[in-house]
């Protein structure tokens, strides 16, 4: 039994962090479902953005949908929603057989809607209607227009993944939102079995302190506030008002580890899938931490439902000048601007390709 499939059995889901066309036609992505446990996958422009730019898989169908005339976001989307769909009939079987607890995809709205409800619960539901799959999530990010949308969007009956979080506060804003979804389906005599993951971004803590603290220290915030944060999930879900939800048929927002590749050349390949083993969880990592932990991955202990030592060792960071609080809400306004960003990195990866596949096909 290999490392991926001993976490599988610990109650940990591994999802993979990247999607495209190649995983899926040269039978990759069914192996890795097959041969290390992977149960589910995530996506965002920048996992696109380099699969378009970098191989010739989407070629056929950027040039039929440039010559159809399709605006270029809505040709990103026919070919995102192509593959996630293609996807999502690999998990399905999965989907079935957890009672729609595991075998996910997701996919993400545009991020330059970060700060627009409305818009964002709109796009919520078509692009969960477009896609016409009960397993594919939608990543709304958890910002203070994303809230209510994330609301708004669980009460409409469309799953929602919620992106970038970073501390326990963010993640019971996310659940809050979640549950307030669901009650109010409830009292509208709806299905309260919507689903929900709530994610919570890891690495970039580390990456946002490396200049700060010293070498006994480095790698040690993220997993710290994934220790806190894991705490606060275990005693949402042990709470009257969630067991009354759940008693009434709801199905647990599960917490979901994002941003698990590891960004410190000096520290281990598989560092955060080892610390983050923690039952009725999600680890989503990108394709070669998957790889390597199957290869030489160790699994622990899961983590402790009373979040062990992380206050004693967040306490360090104090000491040290840092305002964890602060950092969670900088690293979500950076989080929004580098989506943003990647997001018109995409659209003009798509417009510069669709444009040199119709000169290069010559008059239709």
């Excluded at 896609?131 to 939608?138: D, H, S």
């Excluded at 309260?192 to 993951?197: K, T």
């Amino acid at each position: 039994m290999n490392a991926t499939q001993r976490l599988h059995d610990l109650g940990q889901s591994l999802w993979l962090d990247n999607i495209t066309r190649g995983l899926l036609t040269s039978g990759t992505l069914e192996r890795y479902i097959r041969e290390l446990s992977a149960t589910g996958l995530t996506s965002n422009p920048t996992i696109f953005d380099h699969a378009i730019r970098n191989g010739d898989f989407y070629d056929d169908a950027i040039r039929e949908k440039a010559r159809a005339g399709n605006p270029v976001e809505a040709m990103f989307f026919d070919l995102a929603l192509e593959d996630l769909v293609a996807a999502a009939d690999l998990f399905r079987p999965i989907h079935h057989a957890s009672g729609g607890v595991d075998g996910w995809v997701s996919l993400e709205v545009s991020p330059l809607l970060a700060d627009d409800t409305a818009s964002t619960v709109t796009a919520a539901s078509s692009l969960h209607a477009k896609a016409g799959r009960p397993n594919l999530f939608i990543k709304i990010p958890g910002t203070a227009a994303g809230i209510p949308a994330i609301e708004q969007a669980i009460f409409a009956g469309v799953p929602v993944n919620v992106t970038l979080l970073f501390s326990p506060e963010h993640y019971l804003a996310a659940a809050e939102a979640y549950m307030r979804g669901i009650e109010r389906r409830l009292a509208a005599g709806l299905d309260p079995a919507v689903a929900s993951v709530a994610s919570v971004f890891i690495s970039r803590w580390d990456v946002a302190v490396r200049d700060r603290v010293p070498a006994a220290l480095q790698n040690h915030l993220g997993i710290a506030i994934a220790m806190r944060t894991y705490k606060a999930y275990r005693e949402l879900l042990a709470s009257a008002r969630w067991q009354k939800l759940a008693a009434a048929g709801a199905q647990p927002q599960r917490l979901l580890w994002a941003s698990t590749g590891t960004k410190d050349p000096q520290a281990s390949d598989v560092l955060y899938i080892e610390a983050l083993a923690a039952a009725d969880t999600i680890n989503t990592m990108p394709e070669k931490t998957l790889l390597a932990f199957a290869e030489h991955g160790v699994v622990k202990d899961g983590l402790p439902a009373d979040g062990g030592d992380a206050e004693q060792r967040l306490a360090e960071f104090t000491r040290l000048g840092i305002d964890d609080k602060a950092l969670a809400a900088d690293l979500q306004r950076q989080g929004v601007v580098a989506f943003a960003e990647s997001w018109n990195d995409l659209l003009a990866c798509v417009t510069e390709k669709s444009e040199a596949l119709s000169k290069s096909a010559g008059p239709a």
